[in-house]
Protein backbone atom coordinates (compact mmCIF):
# COMPACT_ATOMS: atom_id res chain seq x y z
CA UNK A 1 0.00 0.00 0.00
CA UNK A 2 1.51 3.42 -0.96
CA UNK A 3 2.52 5.43 1.57
CA UNK A 4 3.92 9.00 2.70
CA UNK A 5 7.70 8.80 3.36
CA UNK A 6 9.79 11.35 5.59
CA UNK A 7 13.36 11.97 6.32
CA UNK A 8 15.03 12.28 8.83
CA UNK A 9 13.19 10.47 11.40
CA UNK A 10 15.01 12.89 13.88
CA UNK A 11 16.69 15.83 13.46
CA UNK A 12 18.68 17.87 16.09
CA UNK A 13 20.14 21.47 15.46
CA UNK A 14 21.49 24.89 17.34
CA UNK A 15 19.05 27.35 17.52
CA UNK A 16 19.64 29.48 14.81
CA UNK A 17 20.33 27.04 12.27
CA UNK A 18 18.33 26.15 9.09
CA UNK A 19 16.96 22.61 8.44
CA UNK A 20 15.39 20.93 5.54
CA UNK A 21 12.78 18.12 6.12
CA UNK A 22 11.77 16.03 3.25
CA UNK A 23 9.08 13.99 2.56
CA UNK A 24 7.62 11.93 -0.63
CA UNK A 25 3.99 12.08 -1.19
CA UNK A 26 2.18 8.80 -2.32
CA UNK A 27 3.22 9.07 -6.14
CA UNK A 28 -0.37 10.20 -8.07
CA UNK A 29 -1.54 12.88 -5.06
CA UNK A 30 -1.71 16.09 -6.20
CA UNK A 31 -2.29 18.12 -2.52
CA UNK A 32 0.87 18.07 -0.14
CA UNK A 33 0.79 19.68 3.54
CA UNK A 34 2.53 20.06 6.71
CA UNK A 35 1.06 19.93 10.02
CA UNK A 36 3.29 20.02 13.40
CA UNK A 37 2.53 18.85 17.04
CA UNK A 38 4.41 20.04 20.16
CA UNK A 39 4.91 17.84 22.34
CA UNK A 40 1.39 16.63 24.35
CA UNK A 41 -0.45 19.27 22.30
CA UNK A 42 -3.05 19.81 19.49
CA UNK A 43 -1.93 18.34 15.54
CA UNK A 44 -2.08 21.80 13.98
CA UNK A 45 -1.98 22.86 10.10
CA UNK A 46 1.23 24.62 8.51
CA UNK A 47 0.59 24.62 5.25
CA UNK A 48 -0.88 23.20 2.31
CA UNK A 49 0.61 23.38 -1.26
CA UNK A 50 -0.60 22.61 -4.73
CA UNK A 51 0.78 23.04 -8.50
CA UNK A 52 4.13 24.49 -7.36
CA UNK A 53 2.57 27.18 -4.85
CA UNK A 54 0.94 27.74 -1.57
CA UNK A 55 -3.15 27.47 -1.39
CA UNK A 56 -3.39 27.97 2.40
CA UNK A 57 -1.14 28.89 5.39
CA UNK A 58 -1.53 29.19 9.22
CA UNK A 59 -0.33 31.81 11.36
CA UNK A 60 2.45 29.52 12.73
CA UNK A 61 3.83 29.31 9.15
CA UNK A 62 5.42 32.86 9.13
CA UNK A 63 8.79 34.13 6.69
CA UNK A 64 10.68 31.69 8.68
CA UNK A 65 8.99 29.14 7.07
CA UNK A 66 9.30 28.19 3.45
CA UNK A 67 7.99 24.85 1.38
CA UNK A 68 9.43 23.89 -2.40
CA UNK A 69 8.38 20.78 -4.08
CA UNK A 70 12.35 20.94 -6.06
CA UNK A 71 11.39 17.77 -8.42
CA UNK A 72 8.66 15.77 -9.01
CA UNK A 73 8.35 13.26 -5.79
CA UNK A 74 10.27 15.18 -3.16
CA UNK A 75 8.17 17.97 -0.65
CA UNK A 76 10.16 20.05 1.50
CA UNK A 77 9.65 21.95 4.92
CA UNK A 78 13.04 24.81 5.47
CA UNK A 79 12.97 26.35 8.94
CA UNK A 80 15.79 29.22 8.33
CA UNK A 81 16.28 30.15 11.12
CA UNK A 82 15.24 27.72 14.07
CA UNK A 83 13.70 28.73 17.80
CA UNK A 84 13.41 26.20 20.72
CA UNK A 85 9.65 26.78 20.25
CA UNK A 86 10.37 25.11 16.90
CA UNK A 87 10.64 21.83 18.50
CA UNK A 88 8.12 19.48 17.86
CA UNK A 89 6.94 16.39 15.47
CA UNK A 90 6.80 17.63 11.92
CA UNK A 91 4.26 15.24 9.80
CA UNK A 92 3.64 15.79 6.22
CA UNK A 93 0.63 14.58 4.57
CA UNK A 94 -1.13 14.13 1.12
CA UNK A 95 -4.03 14.14 -0.65
CA UNK A 96 -5.13 13.09 -4.26
CA UNK A 97 -8.06 15.53 -4.44
CA UNK A 98 -9.55 18.82 -2.61
CA UNK A 99 -12.36 19.63 -0.97
CA UNK A 100 -14.99 17.86 1.18
CA UNK A 101 -14.06 14.59 0.26
CA UNK A 102 -10.14 14.80 0.53
CA UNK A 103 -8.61 12.70 2.86
CA UNK A 104 -5.24 13.53 4.01
CA UNK A 105 -2.69 10.62 4.94
CA UNK A 106 0.13 11.22 6.91
CA UNK A 107 3.47 10.42 6.78
CA UNK A 108 5.95 8.92 10.16
CA UNK A 109 6.78 12.34 11.01
CA UNK A 110 10.00 14.02 11.87
CA UNK A 111 10.60 15.15 15.60
CA UNK A 112 12.75 18.13 15.61
CA UNK A 113 14.70 19.11 18.59
CA UNK A 114 16.29 22.67 19.02
CA UNK A 115 18.75 23.39 21.38
CA UNK B 1 -11.24 30.85 15.37
CA UNK B 2 -12.17 27.14 14.65
CA UNK B 3 -12.13 24.81 17.47
CA UNK B 4 -12.47 21.51 17.55
CA UNK B 5 -13.16 19.79 21.52
CA UNK B 6 -12.48 16.50 22.56
CA UNK B 7 -12.72 15.00 26.25
CA UNK B 8 -8.50 14.02 27.02
CA UNK B 9 -9.73 11.27 28.98
CA UNK B 10 -8.50 8.59 29.88
CA UNK B 11 -11.41 6.65 28.33
CA UNK B 12 -11.16 3.55 30.66
CA UNK B 13 -12.94 0.26 28.99
CA UNK B 14 -13.04 -3.63 29.40
CA UNK B 15 -11.52 -5.76 26.72
CA UNK B 16 -14.81 -6.16 24.13
CA UNK B 17 -16.68 -3.25 25.59
CA UNK B 18 -18.06 -0.74 23.44
CA UNK B 19 -15.95 2.62 23.37
CA UNK B 20 -17.68 5.74 22.70
CA UNK B 21 -15.72 8.66 21.71
CA UNK B 22 -17.14 12.63 21.37
CA UNK B 23 -16.05 15.53 19.26
CA UNK B 24 -18.13 18.78 18.83
CA UNK B 25 -16.78 21.59 16.42
CA UNK B 26 -17.56 25.06 16.28
CA UNK B 27 -17.35 26.30 12.54
CA UNK B 28 -20.88 25.61 10.88
CA UNK B 29 -19.33 25.41 7.87
CA UNK B 30 -17.39 22.02 8.16
CA UNK B 31 -18.33 19.72 5.66
CA UNK B 32 -15.70 17.00 6.13
CA UNK B 33 -15.12 14.97 9.52
CA UNK B 34 -12.54 12.33 10.53
CA UNK B 35 -11.77 10.43 12.86
CA UNK B 36 -7.34 9.38 13.39
CA UNK B 37 -5.99 7.34 16.07
CA UNK B 38 -2.32 7.91 17.03
CA UNK B 39 -0.54 5.77 18.61
CA UNK B 40 2.33 7.35 20.99
CA UNK B 41 5.02 8.70 19.15
CA UNK B 42 3.41 7.80 16.18
CA UNK B 43 1.45 10.28 13.24
CA UNK B 44 -1.97 9.84 12.88
CA UNK B 45 -3.62 7.14 10.77
CA UNK B 46 -7.06 7.26 9.74
CA UNK B 47 -9.28 5.65 10.83
CA UNK B 48 -12.39 6.77 8.78
CA UNK B 49 -14.55 9.70 7.40
CA UNK B 50 -17.58 11.09 7.39
CA UNK B 51 -19.41 13.90 5.38
CA UNK B 52 -23.29 13.11 5.65
CA UNK B 53 -25.51 13.21 8.63
CA UNK B 54 -26.22 9.87 10.27
CA UNK B 55 -24.22 6.50 10.76
CA UNK B 56 -21.07 5.52 8.60
CA UNK B 57 -19.94 2.13 9.76
CA UNK B 58 -16.49 0.16 9.04
CA UNK B 59 -16.03 -3.12 10.87
CA UNK B 60 -15.66 -3.04 14.28
CA UNK B 61 -16.14 1.31 13.70
CA UNK B 62 -19.15 3.43 13.34
CA UNK B 63 -18.94 7.28 13.30
CA UNK B 64 -22.22 9.26 13.78
CA UNK B 65 -22.68 12.59 12.96
CA UNK B 66 -25.19 15.06 13.53
CA UNK B 67 -24.51 18.70 11.97
CA UNK B 68 -27.36 20.56 13.79
CA UNK B 69 -26.21 19.59 17.08
CA UNK B 70 -22.40 20.28 15.55
CA UNK B 71 -21.10 17.27 17.20
CA UNK B 72 -19.11 13.82 15.39
CA UNK B 73 -19.12 10.49 17.66
CA UNK B 74 -16.96 7.42 16.94
CA UNK B 75 -18.19 4.03 18.26
CA UNK B 76 -15.66 0.90 18.60
CA UNK B 77 -17.19 -2.28 19.35
CA UNK B 78 -15.55 -4.86 20.51
CA UNK B 79 -12.77 -3.07 21.88
CA UNK B 80 -9.60 -4.98 21.94
CA UNK B 81 -6.30 -3.83 23.95
CA UNK B 82 -4.59 -2.87 20.51
CA UNK B 83 -7.28 0.18 20.08
CA UNK B 84 -5.68 1.90 23.08
CA UNK B 85 -4.60 4.63 21.26
CA UNK B 86 -5.26 8.64 20.98
CA UNK B 87 -7.97 9.07 19.00
CA UNK B 88 -8.41 12.54 17.26
CA UNK B 89 -10.95 14.46 15.43
CA UNK B 90 -10.67 16.60 12.61
CA UNK B 91 -12.47 18.99 10.67
CA UNK B 92 -12.40 20.25 7.47
CA UNK B 93 -14.39 22.80 5.49
CA UNK B 94 -14.00 21.90 2.46
CA UNK B 95 -10.69 23.66 1.95
CA UNK B 96 -7.39 22.41 2.45
CA UNK B 97 -6.65 22.40 5.92
CA UNK B 98 -7.51 19.77 8.80
CA UNK B 99 -8.32 21.46 12.16
CA UNK B 100 -7.70 18.77 15.21
CA UNK B 101 -9.07 18.24 18.14
CA UNK B 102 -6.66 17.56 21.59
CA UNK B 103 -7.60 13.69 20.96
CA UNK B 104 -8.90 11.47 24.01
CA UNK B 105 -6.61 8.97 25.17
CA UNK B 106 -8.46 5.23 25.54
CA UNK B 107 -7.74 2.32 27.11
CA UNK B 108 -9.13 -0.94 26.86
CA UNK B 109 -7.79 -3.26 29.72
CA UNK B 110 -7.96 -7.18 29.07
Known amino acids: EPEVTQTPSHQVTQMGQEVILRCVPI?????FYWYRQILGQKVEFLVS????????KSEIFDDQFSVERPDGSNFTLKIRSTKLEDSAMYFC?????????????FGPGTRLTVL | QKEVEQNSGPLSVPEGAIASLNCTYS??????FFWYRQYSGKSPELIMFIYSNGDKEDGRFTAQLNKASQYVSLLIRDSQPSDSATYLC??????????FGGGTRLMVKP
Open chain 1, 27 to 31: SNHLY
Open chain 2, 27 to 32: DRGSQS
Open chain 1, 93 to 105: ASSMETGYTDTQY
Open chain 1, 49 to 56: FYNNEISE
Open chain 2, 90 to 99: AVSNAGNMLT
